[in-house]
T-cell receptor
Framework: GAVVSQHPSRVICKSGTSVKIECRSLDFQATTMFWYRQFPKKSLMLMATSNEGSKATYEQGVEKDKFLINHASLTLSTLTVTSAHPEDSSFYIC????????????FGEGSRLTVL | KNQVEQSPQSLIILEGKNCTLQCNYTVSPFSNLRWYKQDTGRGPVSLTIMTFSENTKSNGRYTATLDADTKQSSLHITASQLSDSASYICVVSGWMDSSYKLIFGSGTRLLVRP
């Protein structure tokens, strides 16, 4: 079946550094990818919608200068957490929508970010 | 306002029993409805996807139903197993304000006990 690969799965960084998370659709093309944040025992919170070749659309309350999203190709989107702080520690998940058929949505395995 | 509401918020059942999770939505116009299973610390995995013309869809022991008139969906789990313990998320999509949007329910946390 379709696979969405997220990398890295875990990352620990120092406060003030920037971290990049990649989201790749491995066997399908995705014109639209989504980035989510999830706190323990809470539901997924949509951060932004990433469209290939255009600027991402951010949800209300999400700082676009803090969370930089790039969707350079039909199979790759990246999320960069800039100048990370401990409160940015969270589980970040991406999903990709297959551009063919009913547009099924596939999720990555998530990336756990810990900012010290 | 486009919303997706799931119930119950959490559920505990004994292994081998059946259960039904509910999803009510007000998203309009409606495109499709998805059910996902999310294990702790993992990404959600698709169980079913249904368009407005589909009433039921099965995936093994999981059966989803959809009533587009009442805007209700349910996910029925038959003969539950310990591995069914997870969060189940209902996601409704549609074209709103000229863009494709996904509205997530807050999920139902299911715990299956031996």
């Amino acid at each position: 079946g379709a696979v969405v690969s997220q990398h890295p799965s875990r990352v620990i960084c120092k406060s003030g550094t920037s971290v990049k998370i990649e989201c790749r659709s491995l066997d399908f093309q995705a014109t639209t990818m989504f980035w989510y944040r999830q706190f323990p025992k809470k539901s997924l919170m949509l951060m932004a919608t990433s469209n290939e070749g255009s600027k991402a659309t951010y949800e209300q309350g999400v700082e676009k200068d803090k969370f930089l999203i790039n969707h350079a190709s039909l199979t790759l989107s990246t999320l960069t957490v800039t100048s990370a702080h401990p409160e940015d520690s969270s589980f970040y998940i991406c999903s990709a929508r297959d551009r063919t058929g009913p547009g099924e949505l596939f999720f990555g395995e998530g990336s756990r970010l810990t900012v010290l | 306002k486009n919303q997706v509401e799931q119930s119950p918020q959490s559920l505990i059942i004994l292994e081998g029993k059946n259960c039904t999770l509910q999803c009510n939505y007000t998203v309009s116009p409606f495109s499709n409805l998805r059910w996902y299973k999310q294990d702790t610390g993992r990404g959600p995995v698709s169980l079913t996807i249904m368009t407005f013309s589909e009433n039921t869809k099965s995936n093994g022991r999981y059966t989803a139903t959809l009533d587009a008139d009442t805007k209700q969906s349910s996910l029925h789990i038959t003969a539950s197993q310990l591995s069914d313990s997870a969060s189940y998320i209902c996601v409704v999509s549609g074209w709103m304000d000229s863009s494709y949007k996904l509205i997530f329910g807050s999920g139902t946390r299911l715990l299956v006990r031996p």
